[in-house]
């Protein structure tokens, strides 16, 4: 079989429409190629949903393109432009790494980007070399997979290539590049871009592209871009109280790092929280807290407000008017994210209807997690499994009165116990991807064994099963003197 007609039976079906938008949110940009190209990760059940070949792309043909060697027909490589606010400061950024192969279009007639991350250098690298190591990029599949099986709207991963080149950070470390699938990576930090070096015209054609690609339905409201305002809180508000949910704590909210699709993006330093507290950081540069647990809602919506401010000269003419337009959006904020967190909490602890009370018996259970050093996701678990004794407020008489609290709500519900059980079962997870779990899963396979991070990869693809054989991944880390540390996937 010929090279191109190899390259045909892939499935690669590509309609660019980031394109066609104004020149300036983009550089053309092929990816630079590697010395030897091999795949590490494929993700073969995506490959099938995005209408792609997983035989083909397993071949070293696929591996050349995950690479950025050969460009699949009917690509159209590009790195995007955008700006955002690290860590309250603005910044001019940009695909310093990643070049977007283009858009796929699946059997479902569906639209995802291809992305490379890990490229190469672009016009946006500033001092960096474009390059990326395999042990962050194996991260972002392992969580962004799990993320995905846990009902969290998130960017995926579709292949994990090494490039038989070393790159230098701390030491020298085996070079990467990643296959990221997105809705799209339209991103605050696109329009912070576009409202700060772009026109107006350019920044209106950006909403009006968004509004097609992501929220149809705006040509029949009186004011689309206020539509557009709110349709983008609304998705942040359900997805940071899933994250809250299920404790996981991302590490780097910046502007650049909140995609207006509504997905998780960026897995850099980011990870689960084990013991519950709220004040939990993992990344090693948030040295104040910025971004810790407690803090994302608000982190979320003050990145909100930046996106908002980009839109004030669409909103309305009169600039005073626009800024009570989009403060009266903000503000409605605070109401979904509190309503989809306590509608997910209800889930959790086997609650189908609402009464007024349930948020103190949320804020009861929490305050005793907090108090007795309990591990977030386990707790749940054993609540699930009605083993209240696996939990270390076991036997205090705080503990006990909470649970006839509870008993007394169930009471106060027409389901059944089995129908609360239930609801719970599907709400708790048994297992997340642990952060002893993941670093032992990374460490094996940069010496080159790969089935750690397999076993791992196939247990956490159904979270929800609690089968016996996921019992050794609920299992809690060794004590260590050390608080466990997340670094920037550079």
Same mark, same amino acid.
Request: charged share 20%; hydrophobic share 40%; glycine share 8%.
């Given at each position: 079989? /010929?090279?191109?007609?190899?390259?045909?039976?892939?499935?690669?079906?590509?309609?660019?429409? !980031?394109?066609?938008?104004?020149?300036?949110?983009?550089?053309?940009?092929?990816?630079? @190629?590697?010395?030897?190209?091999?795949?590490?990760?494929?993700?073969?059940? &995506?490959?099938?949903?995005?209408?792609?070949?997983?035989?083909?792309?397993?071949?070293?043909?696929?591996?050349?393109?995950?690479?950025?060697?050969?460009?699949?027909?009917?690509?159209?490589?590009?790195?995007?432009?955008?700006?955002?606010?690290?860590?309250?400061? +603005? /910044?001019?950024?940009?695909?310093?790494?990643?070049?977007?192969?283009?858009?796929? %279009?699946?059997?479902?007639?569906?639209?995802?980007?291809?992305?490379?991350?890990?490229?190469?250098?672009?016009?946006?690298?500033?001092?960096?070399?474009?390059?990326?190591?395999?042990?962050?990029?194996?991260?972002?599949?392992?969580?962004?997979?799990?993320?995905?099986?846990?009902? %969290? @709207?998130?960017?995926?991963?579709?292949?994990?290539?090494? =490039?038989?080149?070393?790159?230098?950070?701390?030491? !020298?470390?085996?070079?990467?590049?990643?296959?990221?699938?997105?809705?799209?990576?339209?991103?605050?930090?696109?329009?912070?871009?576009?409202?700060?070096?772009?026109?107006?015209?350019?920044?209106?054609?950006?909403?009006?592209?968004?509004?097609?690609?992501?929220?149809?339905?705006?040509?029949?409201?009186?004011?689309?871009?206020?539509?557009?305002?709110?349709?983008?809180?609304?998705?942040?508000?359900?997805? %940071?109280?899933?994250?809250?949910?299920?404790? +996981?704590?991302?590490?780097?909210?910046?502007?650049?790092?909140?995609? &207006?699709?509504?997905?998780?993006?960026?897995?850099?330093?980011?990870?689960?929280?084990? /013991?519950?507290?709220?004040? =939990?950081?993992?990344?090693?540069?948030?040295?104040?807290?910025?971004?810790?647990?407690?803090?994302? @809602?608000?982190?979320?919506?003050? $990145?909100?407000?930046?996106?908002?401010?980009?839109?004030?000269?669409?909103?309305?003419?009169?600039?005073?008017?626009?800024?009570?337009?989009? #403060?009266?959006?903000?503000?409605?904020?605070?109401?979904?994210?509190?309503?989809?967190? &306590?509608?997910?909490?209800?889930?959790?602890?086997?609650?189908? $209807?609402?009464?007024?009370?349930?948020?103190?018996?949320?804020?009861?259970?929490?305050?005793?997690?907090?108090?007795?050093?309990?591990?977030?996701?386990?707790?749940?678990?054993?609540?699930?499994?009605?083993?209240? #004794?696996?939990?270390?407020?076991?036997?205090?008489?705080?503990?006990?009165?909470?649970?006839? &609290?509870?008993?007394?709500?169930?009471?106060?519900?027409?389901?059944?116990?089995?129908?609360?059980?239930?609801?719970?079962?599907?709400?708790?997870?048994?297992? %997340?991807?642990?952060?002893?779990?993941?670093?032992?899963?990374?460490?094996?396979?940069?010496?080159?064994?790969?089935?750690?991070?397999?076993?791992?990869?196939?247990?956490?693809?159904?979270?929800?099963? !609690?089968? @016996? #054989?996921?019992?050794?991944?609920?299992?809690?880390?060794?004590?260590?003197?050390?608080? !466990?540390?997340?670094?920037?996937?550079?």
């Amino acid at each position: 079989m /010929t090279e191109k007609k190899r390259m045909q039976d892939t499935g690669w079906n590509f309609d660019n429409s !980031y394109t066609r938008l104004p020149q300036s949110l983009y550089s053309w940009q092929n990816p630079n @190629p590697v010395q030897e190209p091999k795949l590490v990760a494929l993700n073969r059940p &995506l490959a099938t949903a995005l209408g792609l070949n997983p035989q083909v792309l397993q071949s070293q043909e696929g591996a050349e393109v995950f690479a950025g060697n050969q460009i699949p027909d009917g690509a159209e490589p590009l790195a995007q432009a955008y700006a955002g606010h690290q860590f309250g400061h +603005f /910044t001019m950024l940009g695909d310093g790494r990643a070049v977007l192969l283009g858009e796929q %279009i699946t059997p479902l007639g569906e639209r995802f980007d291809i992305q490379l991350k890990g490229a190469g250098r672009t016009p946006y690298s500033r001092r960096g070399d474009g390059r990326a190591a395999l042990g962050p990029m194996l991260r972002e599949y392992i969580i962004s997979e799990a993320m995905h099986a846990l009902g %969290i @709207p998130t960017t995926r991963s579709l292949a994990v290539v090494t =490039t038989g080149e070393s790159i230098i950070r701390e030491r !020298y470390l085996p070079g990467a590049v990643l296959t990221r699938v997105a809705a799209s990576h339209i991103r605050v930090g696109t329009f912070q871009f576009a409202a700060k070096w772009g026109t107006l015209e350019d920044l209106q054609t950006l909403a009006d592209y968004t509004l097609q690609r992501h929220f149809p339905g705006a040509d029949e409201e009186e004011n689309r871009y206020l539509f557009l305002l709110k349709e983008v809180i609304k998705r942040q508000a359900a997805l %940071i109280a899933k994250w809250q949910l299920v404790g +996981f704590i991302h590490g780097v909210m910046n502007t650049d790092n909140m995609a &207006l699709s509504g997905e998780t993006i960026d897995y850099g330093p980011c990870a689960f929280m084990d /013991t519950f507290d709220p004040a =939990t950081v993992f990344s090693s540069i948030d040295e104040q807290g910025r971004y810790a647990y407690a803090n994302q @809602p608000y982190i979320a919506v003050w $990145n909100l407000a930046r996106f908002a401010e980009t839109l004030l000269p669409l909103l309305y003419k009169d600039p005073e008017q626009a800024v009570k337009l989009a #403060e009266a959006a903000l503000a409605d904020f605070s109401k979904q994210y509190s309503g989809e967190w &306590l509608a997910g909490m209800r889930g959790k602890l086997g609650i189908f $209807n609402e009464e007024e009370q349930d948020g103190s018996l949320v804020e009861g259970l929490l305050r005793l997690m907090e108090q007795h050093q309990a591990d977030y996701t386990n707790t749940f678990r054993a609540l699930t499994l009605e083993k209240p #004794e696996d939990t270390p407020m076991f036997g205090t008489q705080e503990f006990s009165e909470w649970l006839k &609290l509870w008993q007394a709500r169930w009471d106060r519900q027409p389901q059944s116990k089995a129908d609360s059980l239930q609801r719970m079962k599907s709400s708790n997870p048994a297992i %997340i991807p642990r952060n002893h779990r993941v670093e032992e899963a990374l460490e094996a396979a940069v010496e080159g064994d790969i089935s750690v991070m397999e076993r791992l990869l196939d247990a956490l693809s159904n979270p929800f099963a !609690y089968a @016996p #054989e996921q019992d050794e991944y609920a299992a809690l880390p060794a004590p260590s003197t050390y608080p !466990y540390q997340t670094f920037c996937g550079t």
